[in-house]
């Protein structure tokens, strides 16, 4: 086709770039003054170093959109379309996960927030910054279009969102409209972190500037908001846990930075305390480290419990359920404990993401890692109780490749196959499913796991990993999710948009045709109410059709591999795969897995559950 007949046909040829910044450069419109509302909030999201903008269009916004596009460029922040709200703002959630930074995504009026909620409650109860914006039909009614701009107008739209954001704004003028944004960006990365909604008034984005707003300079309105512990508590935790026995350290909700990590691994050894990390936050310490109790947990796990009843001070860094881990003691623990979080400060009546109160003895109102490092200063130079090192060997599944093609796959092949594909080399994982046991993979840097969806809404999974992998592009990392054939159902056109941006991505679908986590749960109601379990399967299973999910990749752009069933293929699969991402593209790997929680894994009990 010449690029006369793809102008007439209206669509763009796919131009043959790695770019992701060159795929929508616009024309220049030969205008840079802002001369509208709109202009002005586009403005000040370049001014806030804000590298993109995910969204899904609507008239709400076209004139914030026409900003982006005509006045500033499509460049910081360049549009990521997508084809879900939910999608967008998955998006920006796993670029929060990986860069610790909020990116923005917008949404088209209520109707375009309401697919975005999802999304948001998840990047809410994971503690990710997130700009988010909104816009409204106009706010005088006088100027509203008839039906649309009516049916599009909602009084107090924040409050669809307001219970799980962190703050929300309707500014009523492009100045005000600036301060919101900078207030917007401060509060939503400054920690405790969280999403945080501004609704445009079109009326307002799409109206002329009377006359241009004085010179702002954004830096001075995003003043370091440093959380640091108070000298005379870290002094006591310190006391406590140099002279502590049987020290535990719970590490939480915790940063992506190197030297951070390094330190906890330095507190942990100073001490000889033992450590837990969770799978439903990024990872926090090395999981094969000899001080590490058992594989990083999801729900309480039977090795920790005795370990927290002998524990004679725990030290818990921003965990994320305190009360639930110490639970299975039967009572408030023997232990003194000591609690470092700034999460109370999010804290609302409507979102019981807080969980139970557990009993603290010391509560230090500090980011974990500002007190660490205080922590370390304070014990000061001494030697290592521990000393670091690799101890945990992983699991291994039963059978290998002798058996090649015989048996059913588990999800513990399935790990280990792309565990030998990715050999030493640096890999994230932007997702797991539930499936997965964490004995499967080690973690030794904070960039090699990022954490759960936080909320525990399906379909997170695709979204979250275009974000990370957006992140760390150019990195050197690879980017991997895994996810569960229903999560990676409910959201999978997230990946046209990693596609048609040049967002390199491995995901590895644990494909087990159910939402299998509530056959699990039918099983139970089955059990407890004398009925028969072999229903279990019903209104859960994704057979008859079997859906093709290497086809749906393959529809939007990315390479599609499998179904596979087989053990010996999944080795094979996954080198192409690997090579397709290493080419800068997006590859999905469809592996038939039984459907099984743990039964066949190490340890052989049912370790994970959800709902
Ligand atoms: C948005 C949303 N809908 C429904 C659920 C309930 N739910 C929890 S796990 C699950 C099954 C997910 O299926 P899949 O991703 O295939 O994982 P599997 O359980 O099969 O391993 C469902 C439906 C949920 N948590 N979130
Ligand atoms: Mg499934």
């Keep these: 086709m010449s690029t006369r007949e793809v102008a007439a046909s209206g669509r763009q040829p796919r131009a043959k770039t790695t770019d992701t910044a060159a795929v929508e450069r616009p024309i220049p419109s030969g205008t840079n003054v802002a001369g509208f509302g709109s202009d002005v909030v586009a403005e000040v999201l370049r001014d806030l170093d804000i590298p993109y903008i995910a969204l899904n269009p609507g008239a709400s916004y076209r004139g914030l959109h026409d900003s982006l596009v005509n006045h500033i460029g499509n460049a910081a922040p360049q549009m990521l379309l997508c084809l879900h709200e939910e999608a967008a703002v998955a998006i920006a959630h796993g670029y929060a996960k990986v860069t610790g930074k909020a990116m923005a995504a917008a949404v088209h009026s209520n109707v375009g927030l309401f697919h975005a909620t999802m999304a948001i409650f998840n990047a809410w109860c994971d503690r990710m910054p997130i700009i988010i914006l909104g816009a409204t039909g106009p706010v005088d009614a006088a100027k509203r279009r008839p039906w649309i701009d009516w049916i599009h107008t909602t009084a107090d739209q924040g409050a669809i969102v307001r219970n799980y954001t962190k703050w929300d704004d309707q500014p009523a003028s492009p100045a005000a409209a600036r301060e919101a944004l900078l207030r917007a960006s401060w509060l939503s990365n400054a920690a405790p972190q969280g999403p945080v909604y501004i609704n445009l008034d079109a009326e307002m984005q799409e109206a002329a500037l009377e006359k241009p707003l004085p010179p702002c300079d954004a830096r ?270 409910m959201s999978v056109t997230s990946l046209w948009t990693a596609v048609h941006y040049r967002i390199p991505l491995l995901i590895v679908v644990a494909n087990n045709r159910s939402f299998y986590n509530d056959e699990v749960h039918q099983e139970r109601m089955a059990i407890m109410r004398n009925r028969p379990v072999d229903n279990k399967w019903i209104g859960q299973k994704m057979l008859d059709p079997e859906i093709d999910l290497a086809g749906l990749a393959r529809a939007q752009g990315a390479r599609g591999f499998g179904p596979i069933t087989r053990a010996d293929a999944l080795s094979k699969a996954f080198a192409e795969a690997i090579a397709v991402v290493d080419a800068g593209e997006v590859a999905v790997v469809d592996v038939r897995i039984e459907p099984g929680y743990g039964a066949r894994n190490a340890g052989g009990a049912m370790a994970r559950k959800s709902d």
């Design 220 to 489: 001075r309105y995003m003043p370091p908001v440093v959380n640091a512990a108070p000298a005379e508590l870290i002094s006591q935790a310190a006391e406590w846990l140099t002279r502590a026995e049987h020290p535990v350290i719970l590490a939480g909700r915790v940063s992506r930075d190197v030297t951070a990590w390094q330190r906890r691994v330095a507190l942990a050894e100073a001490i000889g305390a033992r450590v837990t990390t969770s799978l439903k936050v990024g990872a926090a310490f090395p999981t094969d480290h000899p001080l590490h109790v058992d594989a990083p947990m999801n729900f309480t796990k039977d090795e920790l419990t005795p370990v927290l009843k002998q524990a004679d001070v725990i030290l818990s860094l921003d965990w994320v359920d305190l009360a639930g881990v110490l639970k299975p003691l039967g009572g408030p623990p023997a232990a003194k404990v000591i609690q470092v979080s700034l999460d109370h400060q999010l804290h609302n009546g409507w979102s019981m993401d807080y969980q139970a109160l557990p009993p603290v003895d010391l509560f230090i109102s500090a980011e974990p890692d500002h007190a660490t490092t205080a922590l370390l200063q304070a014990i000061g130079p001494a030697p290592a109780k521990v000393a670091g090192g690799s101890s945990r060997p992983l699991h291994e599944p039963k059978g290998g490749e002798k058996d090649g093609g015989e048996r059913a796959l588990g999800v513990e092949d399935l790990a280990h196959a792309l565990r030998d594909a990715v050999g030493k080399r640096d890999v994230t994982l932007t997702h797991l499913p539930l499936s997965w046991q964490a004995s499967f993979w080690h973690f030794r840097h904070p960039l090699d796991f990022v954490g759960s969806d936080g909320g525990g809404g399906v379909g997170g999974g695709p979204g979250i990993s275009v974000g990370a992998a957006l992140a760390l592009k150019g990195s050197g990392r690879l980017p991997i999710g895994i996810c569960g054939d229903g999560d990676f159902l």
